[in-house]
Structures are given as C-alpha cells and as structure tokens.
C-alpha cells in the first residue's frame, strides 16, 4: 500500500471497511464503488442432504472437506472439491466439472471465497471456526461474508446458511452480512521497508522499527525475523 506503484495507474481493490485508512495512508487517491446487484439471504440450518441443488458446503480442513464430499456422493450422487492446497490444473478441473452441470455440489475450504466465480445459489457453513496459523478462531463478519458472497451471481440472488454440527449465525451477523453493514478496519499491518545490512544487529534493530503515521501496526512473531 505504501511503496508498490505502477508506471500510471495504481489500483486498490478491496471492501469497503478499509476506505478510510487508504484515504489516510494514500494521497490524492479517489474511490469507485461497485454495488453487489443481487440480494444476498440468510435462510438458518439444514441438513446436508436437504441442501438444494447448486450448493457450496464450506468446512476448514482437509479432513471435514473429504468427509462430507463422500456423504454427498452417497446421498445425493456426487461433489466437486475445492481446496487451497489443490494443484491449480486439478482445482480447475474440479471447478469445470461442477461449472458443466456433472454434479450440483461443490465442497470446500475458504479457498472458494479468493477469486473463484461460479455459479452457486446457496452457501452452506459446515463449520465457522477455522484454524488461522496459530490458533482456532470463529470467522470474523466481513470473512464469512466473503465466502458467503459467492451465492448469487450478477443478478441472481443468494442465500447462506449452516450445515451438520455448525451452530447457527447469529441474527446480528447474519443482518450485517445481508446488509454488508462491516466496522471500518482500524489499522493494516507494517513492517519497515527501509532495512539495515551493515551488521546483524542493525537488521534487527532495522526490522524492529515502529511505523511513523497511524494506521499502521508492527507485525508481530514474524518467521524469518526469528
């Protein structure tokens, strides 16, 4: 955000929720909105195997994506897998099979919300606890909409809502998800750009910097500053 810059233009694109820090952070920068163009709904709990037909179930490991991929094959006659680890020609072809109508489920990790558009009219949460690198933690708002948001396409609209042992979304959540009503971000993370080479002791110290402007927060435990 504060360094990468293209030759003419630069481009942001983001949610809404970090505006007014990249109106800080960024000079004589102007904002172009793009409003979603379908409804999204939140309709509660349902069995997995009650699910309407192009369904997304997300789960968070490996281990719960192949468990309930499998019951969806027995009950309801096949899925397409989705999963960050995937190779991207397997992914793809996991992506074209359910795109081609060869199955009406798809099971996946949060993978599915970074960059993928398909056509999905519902969005089951099998879980919203995930292990995020160091700990296991529910989903904040903004990430279940995120994944969420792949329900509906253009202008056909969406619903979300859990699945097997998932506790419900609360109806505050689900409000805010429905509304796209998110808290602005209050920081972004920063490391120091402006590093030290001349002994290992000034890296260090170099790398220990504390940001000049508010906004920004030092990362924290960073591997290879260990």
Same mark, same amino acid.
């Given at each position: $955000?504060?360094?990468a ?23 004589n +920068? @102007?904002?172009?909105?793009r409003?979603?163009l379908s409804?999204?709904? /939140? +309709?509660? #709990? &349902?069995k !997995?195997i009650?699910?309407?037909k192009?369904s #997304?179930?997300?789960?968070?490991? #490996?281990?719960e994506?192949?468990?309930i991929a499998?019951?969806?094959r027995?009950?309801l ?9 995937l190779s991207p020609? !397997? ?6 099979? /359910? ?6 489920? +798809?099971v996946? !990790?949060?993978?599915?919300?970074m960059?993928l558009?398909?056509d999905?009219?519902h969005?089951a949460?099998?879980?919203t606890? &995930?292990?995020?690198g160091?700990?296991?933690?529910? $989903?904040?708002?903004s990430e279940?909409?995120? +994944?969420?948001?792949?329900a509906?396409?253009?202008k056909?609209?969406g !619903? ?6 998932s506790a419900?979304? $609360? ?6 998800i429905?509304?796209?009503?998110f808290?602005?971000?209050? /920081?972004? /993370? ?8 001349? @002994?290992?002791?000034?890296l260090?110290? @170099? ?9 920004? &927060?030092?990362?924290?435990g960073?591997?290879?500053e260990?």
């Open positions: $955000l504060l360094n810059r293209g030759y003419f233009e630069t481009m942001f694109l983001g949610a809404e929720t970090i505006r007014p820090l990249l109106a800080k952070l960024v000079p +920068i @102007s904002f172009q909105n409003k979603r409804t999204l709904s /939140y +309709i509660g #709990a &349902k !997995t009650r699910l309407p192009r #997304a179930i997300v789960a968070f490991s #490996a281990l994506v192949y468990e499998e019951l969806v027995r009950q006659g096949g899925a397409a897998i989705v999963m960050g680890g020609r !397997t992914r793809n072809a996991q992506v074209a099979m /359910y795109q081609a109508g060869e199955v009406d489920y +798809i996946a !990790t949060d993978a599915i919300g960059g558009n398909m999905i009219s969005v949460f099998a879980a606890r &995930k292990f995020d160091c700990y296991r933690r529910e $989903l904040s708002s279940l909409a995120q +994944i969420a948001g792949r509906g396409r253009y056909n609209n !619903t979300f809502g859990t699945t097997g042992k419900a979304i $609360l109806a505050m959540t689900a409000n805010n429905e509304n796209n009503n808290s602005p971000l209050k /920081y972004v /993370y920063w490391r120091n750009s402006s590093l030290n080479f001349s @002994s290992l002791e000034m260090l110290l @170099s790398l220990r910097a504390s940001p000049d402007r508010g906004g920004l &927060k030092r990362v924290q960073a591997g290879d260990f």
